[in-house]
């Protein structure tokens, strides 16, 4: 920790071993919870509801603004943060950055303020839905699913994975263009409504390059927890401060970073999408840090030969999980470009299909047809043929019957007149006398 930086009395980290995509500053419960009791807990202007989630450094509650009657969601630092100067300026950090990012992807910031015990809180946007780690884990979870050329990959009520990523990389590319580094991107920061609106949170880690660079941010000590937490250690020893799973390796050494340490990330969240893990597993936390900070992506690229991805995809997130950062897309926003032109060709290649299917049915239909058409003429010519045949059978009757006829008369009027006798002569009877 740099000299300037505010000790803190009494307090010591204990490093614990969580799962490999939970972001950790410090140890604390990352487990949401179901509105427990707010312990008198009171926010000036603001009806507290209830807890949401709390993680390491800090807490959500869900909230009603008074003024406004809107629902909010209320941050805040861990009560034990309070009178703690460097976590009240880094979670002030936190706000102005999140701030200064006036995007449909992003939160938008409604006030901060001061709580009675010197703690900052701020009132934001309240997220409904879900995150994409519960989408992805869903629609694994459903192999009949996994066709990735698929655009509606995740339920009815929501958008495609495909699409989701796509949203993710324009908030995070309006973010580099402002000269913000989100640092910690990954599904579990992300969130998915209930009408396909798509979230990026969590802007803890932000770095503002146009201002403070990453070797002058002072790190709050804190220890390193699991793979795909936020690892924190004292400057002097080694400073990580993201999450293992998705980590570029530059940042997991420590070493100064831009958006392409971004664009890395965003690489993992896509491998996540096609394979169903992160880029980077382990045996354990140190383990993944230890691959993250070797580059060791050799699972990561096995799994995306072999997922069933179209293969300008997998060439994509190759791309961005390069182990070099200048082998890697300068930004979020080329690799938007990217996924829109895939999408683009994507439903090219879905209407051109639409009409060859189209064209097909249309050809069956009209040899259908003709072979109606052909069938009803021959029951036609069939139906004709054998009225012709009666009537010709009928001409020959008459005929027939005519010839008989004609020789009936003919015998009849031609045939030879026999003399009559008269008492026993052959000479004619005389006429009887008046």
């Known amino acids: 920790m740099s000299a300037s930086a505010p000790k803190r009395s009494g307090r010591s980290p204990t490093p614990t071993r969580t799962d490999p995509e939970r972001t950790v500053r410090r140890p604390g419960n990352d487990t949401p919870s179901p509105f427990p009791g707010l312990g008198g807990f009171v926010v000036p202007g603001f009806e507290v509801l209830g807890e949401i989630a709390r993680g390491g450094m800090g807490v959500v509650f869900a909230a009603r603004e008074l003024a406004l009657g809107r629902e909010v969601a209320i941050k805040t630092l ?71 050329d698929d655009l509606d990959l995740t339920a009815q009520d929501s958008p495609g994975a495909l699409q989701i990523v796509e949203q993710v990389c324009q908030a995070v590319g309006f973010a580099h263009a402002r000269g913000v580094v989100h640092r910690d991107l990954k599904p579990a920061n992300v969130m998915v409504g209930p009408f396909g609106e798509v979230q990026v949170m969590d802007w803890g880690l932000a770095l503002d390059t146009k201002g403070r660079h990453a070797d002058d941010l002072d790190p709050v000590p804190g220890a390193a927890t699991g793979p795909d937490q936020v690892i924190v250690v004292h400057r002097t020893m080694f ?50 840090l230890r691959r993250a900070r070797l580059a060791d992506l050799d699972d990561a690229h096995d799994r995306l030969d072999r997922s069933d991805a179209a293969p300008e995809l997998v060439a994509l997130a190759k791309s961005c999980l390069a182990a070099d950062p200048d082998d890697r897309p300068p930004d979020a926003g080329v690799v938007t ?24 049915v249309a050809r069956s239909g009209e040899a259908r047809k003709a072979a109606w058409v052909a069938e009803r003429a021959g029951h036609e010519l069939a139906r004709h043929a054998a009225a012709r045949g009666r009537l010709w059978r009928a001409v020959l009757v008459l005929v027939v019957l005519s010839a008989v006829l004609a020789a009936v008369l003919t015998l009849t009027l031609f045939a030879p007149v026999k003399p009559t006798r008269c008492n026993g002569w052959a000479s004619p009877c005389p006429s009887p006398s008046p």
């Open 337 to 360: 470009g990217i996924l829109v032109a895939h999408r683009a060709g994507l439903e090219v290649r879905l209407r051109e299909f639409d009409c060859e299917q189209a064209a097909a």
């Open 239 to 288: 400073v990580a401060e993201g999450t293992p799973a998705y980590m570029a390796p530059e940042q997991a050494r420590g070493e100064p970073v831009d958006a392409r340490a971004d664009v890395f990330a965003l690489g993992g969240v896509l491998c996540a999408v096609l394979t169903g893990r992160p880029p980077f597993t382990g045996r354990d936390a140190d383990d993944v």
């Open 78 to 148: 861990l009560p034990e943060f309070a009178g703690d100067a460097l976590a009240a300026a880094r979670f002030a950090g936190e706000v102005r950055t999140t701030a200064r990012l006036p995007h449909p992807g992003v939160p938008p910031v409604y006030r901060l303020g001061m709580l009675a015990d010197g703690r900052p809180f701020m009132a934001m946007k309240l997220i409904r839905g879900r995150t994409l780690a519960a989408v992805l884990a869903a629609r694994w979870q459903r192999p009949a699913s996994r066709s990735t």
